[in-house]
């Protein structure tokens, strides 16, 4: 009696492999969409709060032009609680995924703003993204302040 494999059973063995990899690689995929999207998200947060410090301490928030990537967003020294040593934000952080991706801060009045990004999961439900500048490619995803 031969008690070796037959090719049916191994061809059968593999597309079962296949499958299953096919199907994690899938999950793999929609995770990391799933966590870059979580980042984007804590990151808006973050830059939220160093605004409202930021107002706190200087009775406005910051010019659009003071909110650049990847800079300090720092006091004015206008009032004196806005002492330019005052760091309210270290480094503005950037979209996760690449550079083409970006955060969008308007300041539509002294005392109101929104901050956009494009998420790669559409938002559900849909958000009002009215007033969003580029974020690179269409945004989605939109916070303003409290």
Known sequence: MNKAFSLIELLVVISI??????????????????????????????????????????????????????????????????????????????DPLDSARLYRYSRLTLTSYNICAALEKLPVPAMDVTGCASCGTTCNYKITNP
Do not use: H, Q, W
Request: aromatic residues 6%; proline residues 5%; contains cysteine.
């Open 17 to 94: 492999i296949g499958i299953i990899m096919a199907l994690s690689l899938f999950g793999i995929s929609n995770s990391r969409e799933t966590a870059r999207d979580a980042t984007r998200k804590a990151d808006l947060e973050l830059i939220r709060g160093g605004l409202e410090i930021y107002k706190a301490d200087c009775n406005r928030y910051p010019l659009a032009s003071e909110v650049a990537s990847s800079t300090p967003l720092e006091g004015t020294g206008t009032p004196s609680s806005c002492a330019i040593a005052n760091i309210y934000i270290s480094s503005v952080p950037k």
